[in-house]
């Protein structure tokens, strides 16, 4: 092989574009952007092997390549399958692609629990999105949803097994970022599920990690637990100088209180490449206990897609109009009839429920 | 000025005769619409006592539901608050600890639920967003009074009456209304 690789051409859903050889053709689409893009829950661009399980990526190939232009006779899935020269796809034009995601996104939702108001997933959920685009209204399931007797991941991760779809995001993870794996997937078909086989704490540097990657709620910060919605939630971007990891992060902030530390996400949901190099992972110093505004330096409001539940309330642009009532009243301020923080038994200044390090419960309330 | 329809009447501006300018006739008219009156029936109620029936989808004071076993609906999940165009609403969830299945449905609840009367607008959009059949706008109003802060609504002022321990006060808070079955 030469050292200078030739681009080959794809076509998907009528764009075409030059891409370089190997690329799978959810690659390809992702580089042209917006609704071309399949959708995936299962691959991880920044992790190796990820894909291939989930199959909402699946996509029509009209013609295999200028060489051999015959459609492939089944769907494929997108994450791993590569381009050749002169392959059409069809992904939102085709109807049969539509089909078989609405297919895929009702067996997901099989024995998906429908807890979103209790998730703290919710708002940044991908199996959310995808049912919200390609589910049904109601299930034609009758039966039984499996359950799981519950498994304690330790102080900093909450698995609820029932909210997983087996995506195996975070064994991957596990593999490719911690020194050693401790948890994984158990049993087999309908039995399978993520957890250690021995009760044994996730403790390892990176492992708060496997929070990020994982599409659905099955994984969430013990930290968090139930302190906020996202969408109530301010991001920010903030850095703090880490000598484990790179020290980007985005801060999940209400008022001057940071309730959730997490990585800073592209617009795939994948954790975008830090600006030292390299996938921006965050250790579990940076994620589970730095959770003081004194720790961080931050950066500015980050960018949320006008589209998402997180941007509202987001007032961008704002033009406060200048006070005037106090050069009507001759420099006097008005008289405040009631100050709300008096009254009001919510967001107590005493209270600082982002500081614990647990849920909190009715004790906290007292 | 050309008139599109027919349905514009010009102002008469001639100056008034005498008998015009006495009035009396007017006068006459009035007295007769003003006397008429008293022979026709009241429109008014006597209000603390009578009362007038509410139409069925009036949208009163707030209420937070219970399951029939008396567990708080509510979750805190967030989406009356995020629905609520005024921003009245604010919460804070905590965890149901081991012992505390009896008080709430879910494994989250609401340990702390405002509604601020002030703000509120009484449109009915956290009813809506509900996806626990939570809260419903019931068929009384917010209750005057003399200070602002008596209406910042909390949950000792929200939550329905125990449906086991109080069923007459449930029943009566509950009002006329069907309830839907929410899983």
Request: net charge neutral.
């Amino acid at each position: 092989m030469s050292e200078e690789r030739k681009l080959i051409k794809v076509t998907i859903d009528n764009i075409t574009i030059d891409v370089e050889p190997g690329t799978s053709i959810l690659n390809a689409a992702r580089s042209i952007g917006g609704d071309v893009a399949p959708p995936a829950m299962c691959y991880y661009s920044k992790l190796k092997g990820s894909g291939g399980k989930c199959r909402t990526c699946l996509v029509e190939v009209a013609a295999g390549s200028t060489a051999d232009p015959r459609p492939m006779p089944k769907l494929v899935a997108s994450c791993r399958t590569n381009v050749m020269d002169g392959m059409i796809v069809k992904n939102i034009t085709s109807e049969k692609v539509m089909d078989a995601r609405n297919g895929v996104v009702e067996f997901l939702l099989i024995n998906h629990p429908l807890d979103c108001p209790i998730c703290d997933q919710a708002g940044e959920c991908h199996l959310q999105d995808l049912s919200y685009e390609h589910g049904k209204e109601s299930t034609r399931y009758e039966f039984k949803r499996r359950t799981f007797e519950k498994h304690d991941l330790g102080p900093y991760i909450q698995l609820h097994m029932t909210r997983c779809i087996l995506c195996y995001r975070c064994v991957f993870t596990a593999d490719q970022l911690t020194n050693k794996r401790v948890h994984g997937v158990l049993d087999r078909g309908d039995h399978s599920e993520i957890a250690t086989f021995i009760e044994k704490n996730l403790d390892n540097d990176f492992i708060g990690n496997v929070i990020d990657v994982c599409p659905v709620g099955a994984l969430t910060d013990k930290t968090f637990r139930f302190k906020n919605r996202v969408w109530f939630t301010k991001p920010v971007d903030a850095h703090c100088n880490c000598s484990k990891c790179c020290g980007e992060v985005q801060l999940w902030m209400r008022g001057d209180e940071v309730f959730r530390v997490t990585a800073r996400k592209d617009e795939w949901g994948e954790i975008k490449d830090s600006t030292k190099g390299g996938t921006g992972w965050i250790c579990n110093e940076c994620r589970f206990e730095k959770k003081s505004l004194k720790d961080w330096v931050v950066e500015g409001p980050s960018v949320i897609n006008r589209h998402s539940v997180i941007s509202q309330g987001h007032y961008v642009d704002l033009v406060t109009p200048k006070e005037t009532i106090s050069a009507v009243m001759g420099g006097r301020s008005p008289k405040l009839l009631m100050n709300i923080h008096d009254e009001s038994d919510v967001n107590k200044q005493n209270i600082e429920l982002s500081k614990l390090n647990r849920p909190a419960h009715s004790d906290d309330f007292a | 000025m050309q008139l599109l329809t027919n349905r514009a009447q010009l102002v008469d501006r001639k100056p008034m005769t005498f008998i015009e300018r006495l009035y009396l006739w007017n006068i006459a008219k009035g007295m007769i619409i003003t006397f008429s009156h008293l022979f026709k029936k009241k429109p008014t109620i006597n209000y603390p006592e009578q009362k007038r029936p509410f139409s069925p989808v009036f949208r009163g004071l707030h209420i937070l539901n219970r399951d029939e076993e008396g567990r708080e609906r509510c979750t805190a999940c967030g989406l009356c608050a995020v629905a609520c165009p005024a921003e009245a609403i604010t919460m804070e969830a905590a965890e149901r600890k081991n012992g505390e299945e009896n008080l709430y449905r879910e494994e989250k609840y609401a340990a702390r639920y405002e509604i601020n009367m002030l703000r509120c607008i009484f449109c009915g959009l956290c009813e809506e967003a509900c996806p626990k059949d939570a809260i419903y706008l019931s068929e009384t109003f917010a209750p005057a009074n003399f200070q602002r802060k008596g209406f910042i609504y909390g949950k000792p002022d929200l939550l329905i009456p125990h449906p086991i321990e109080k069923p007459e006060e449930y029943k009566k808070a509950l009002g006329n209304r069907v309830v839907r079955e929410v899983q």
